[in-house]
């Protein structure tokens, strides 16, 4: 498979196309990503992406914060390498969201990522408390306990009784 934009761009892609293969950001795949040669001088990041996501089968999201131009040589590697190459040397970042990739700046990227942190905390600090009564079999409650107390949200408790051999955890859901 070969692709030719402007004149400017070669791109080549031997090999099986698999999907998300050897990066960290996608899942793994049992085949192998597909290796590629590419030979760019000044391609706009878009170009680019577009092209990796046609060897990779790849549902990619570039927003318009997403800006540059690269100049790269590879020869021979696994478009998983590249499209890493290709983010690093922008200070781009991707997300994994279900079938789609999302590329945007690292920063925005870390913002969203403090931004869901801080609403998962705030959702625990108001959600309602819920008590369960959880009976043991074949150990003793007592002993169970600080193993069910270092899993516990800051909010929850966890006590046991030793007559029926329960552990009383109240927890956020």
């Known amino acids: 498979m070969s692709h030719s934009v402007k004149g400017r761009l070669a791109l080549a892609c031997v090999g099986i196309c698999g ?12 085949t192998p990503a597909p290796r ?22 790849l549902n990619i999201v570039v927003g318009e ?3 540059g131009t690269v100049s790269l040589r590879l020869r021979d590697v696994p478009w998983t390498d590249a499209l890493d190459a290709v983010l690093a040397s922008l200070g781009l970042g991707m997300e994994r969201l279900g079938t789609i990739v999302r590329v945007a700046p690292l920063k925005v990227l870390q913002e969203e990522a403090k931004a869901r942190a801080a609403v ?14 959880i009976p043991v079999n074949y150990a003793r409650a007592e002993e169970l306990l600080p193993h069910v107390k270092a899993l516990l949200s800051p909010r929850g408790t966890a006590t046991f009784d030793a007559r029926t051999n ?4 109240r927890d956020v859901e």
């Open 120 to 133: 998962k905390k705030a959702r625990q600090e108001v959600a309602p408390l819920v008590t369960r009564i």
């Open 166 to 169: 329960v552990l009383i955890v």
């Open 19 to 30: 999907l998300f293969a050897a990066s960290p950001a996608l899942a793994a795949s049992p």
């Open 36 to 57: 590629l040669t590419i030979e760019v001088a000044r391609a706009d990041i878009h170009t680019l992406l577009r092209l990796i996501a046609d060897v990779s089968r």
């Open 65 to 67: 914060d997403v800006r």
